[in-house]
Structures are given as structure tokens and as C-alpha cells.
């Protein structure tokens, strides 16, 4: 009889298992809102100093030892230096990388908008960065300004060069002869949109209705 109770293949054991968890009586209901009764672990840590604040209000962390008798012991402060961690070299480096990448693309596209015949990447792309001091400047600009872009002054620094960028950029497309503009297009392209990037979203969008205003004004047609 102890040989018919064990289940001989798959399905068996899957139904024997959905027996077995239907006859636990498990109650459903939303758990209680009320506040807890006891000390909480919060609590804990307050009374035992572990939430301490450095004094530019933020925490600052404390690293811990608990002994075999259940205390605890500090072994060392590690304290928050007034200046959030921060790489600025590197975010200079990664900007710069993407600008130069940037300028590259608008060069090859406005080789293939007007040029002759098709161009050879790898020249293309040895003449646009290596070989122009275009990616130099644009690697020296970032280092100085990127790291001090959120400082007013530098907002409006940046907005002043996305909306000059930008309408020379749409002035010379329309006007200048097809060899001007491929000299002045890339380097300005990359203003424009290093300009736009930089700047809080609210004064972007203000310096590019002012750029597409001065366009429509100058008779220009953007379609």
C-alpha cells in the first residue's frame, strides 16, 4: 500500500505537490499599517551613532567591527570631502572623443553632399583629426570649459556660441559656395551641437528658436 502513495512519473508528483499546497492554510491579506511596537533598525543605528552627518549635511560612513559579545566598535571614519567625487579628466577625455567623432561625421557627410567623386574613408578620417587642428582645439576647449559648465557665466558662454554657431552655420549653408561650406561646416556643426549639449535644456531650447527665428527672418527655409 506505502508503494501506491509514490507518485511514478511526472504528472503524479505534480499533482500530489499542488495537493500538499492547497491543504497549508496560508492567510491573504494586506499586511498592517500600523507602526511598529519595538525599536526599529533605525533606531538602532541612531542610538549607536551610525547615521552620523558630516558637516555639509550629507552622511559620511563609518566603518563597523562587531565583536563576539555583540558590541560594536569603530575601526575608522572614512569622511566625505566637501567636493563630490568627480573625474573630470576622463569626462573631458570622453567629450572630447565624441566631438572629434562628430566632426568626422559631418565631414564625410558634406563630402558626400558635395564632392566629386566618393571619398576614401581612411584619408578622410586622417585629414578631419590627425592631421586638422580642429580636434586639438576642440580637446583643449573641453578641458577648460566642460568641468566649469553648470557655472552661469559658462551657460551663457555656451549659449552665446550655440546661437552664433548656429546661425552662421545655416547662413553659410544657403549662401557661401559648396567649398566654403565644407571647410565651415563640420567645425561649426560641432559648435553648435557642443553649445546645445552643454546647456541646461529650458536655455537650449531658447537658443535654438532663437537660431530657427533669425533663420526664418533672413528668409531662409528650413524644408
Not at 571614519?77 to 565624441?98: C, E, V
Not at 548656429?166 to 567645425?187: E, F, H, I, R, T
Amino acid at each position: 500500500m506505502a508503494s501506491q502513495d509514490v507518485p511514478r512519473n511526472r504528472k503524479e508528483r505534480r499533482v500530489q505537490a499542488n495537493q500538499q499546497s492547497s491543504s497549508v492554510d496560508i492567510p491573504l491579506s494586506h499586511p498592517k499599517q500600523q507602526a511598529p511596537k519595538g525599536k526599529t533598525l533605525i533606531d538602532i543605528a541612531e542610538e549607536r551613532q551610525l547615521l552620523q552627518k558630516s558637516s555639509n549635511g550629507s552622511p559620511s560612513i563609518t566603518t563597523t567591527q562587531i565583536n563576539p559579545d555583540g558590541s560594536i566598535t569603530e575601526i575608522s571614519d572614512i569622511h566625505n570631502s566637501s567636493d563630490p567625487i568627480s573625474t573630470p579628466y576622463l569626462d573631458s577625455l570622453l567629450y572630447s572623443t565624441s566631438l572629434i567623432l562628430l566632426h568626422f561625421s559631418l565631414t564625410l557627410l558634406v563630402h558626400h553632399q558635395y564632392a566629386s567623386k566618393r571619398p576614401s574613408l581612411l584619408p578622410l578620417f586622417l585629414s578631419s583629426t590627425v592631421y586638422s587642428p580642429a580636434p586639438w582645439l576642440i580637446l583643449i576647449l573641453v578641458g577648460l570649459l566642460h568641468p566649469r559648465a553648470s557655472h552661469p557665466l559658462m551657460q551663457l558662454v555656451f549659449a552665446s556660441m550655440a546661437i552664433v554657431a548656429g546661425a552662421w552655420l545655416v547662413q553659410a549653408s544657403n549662401d557661401d559656395p559648396y567649398l566654403a561650406v565644407m571647410k565651415k561646416a563640420p567645425a561649426l556643426g560641432t559648435l553648435w551641437v557642443w553649445g546645445i549639449v552643454e546647456l541646461n535644456w529650458e536655455v537650449a531650447a531658447a537658443c535654438l528658436a532663437v537660431t530657427g527665428v533669425w533663420g526664418l527672418w533672413k528668409g531662409y527655409a528650413f524644408w
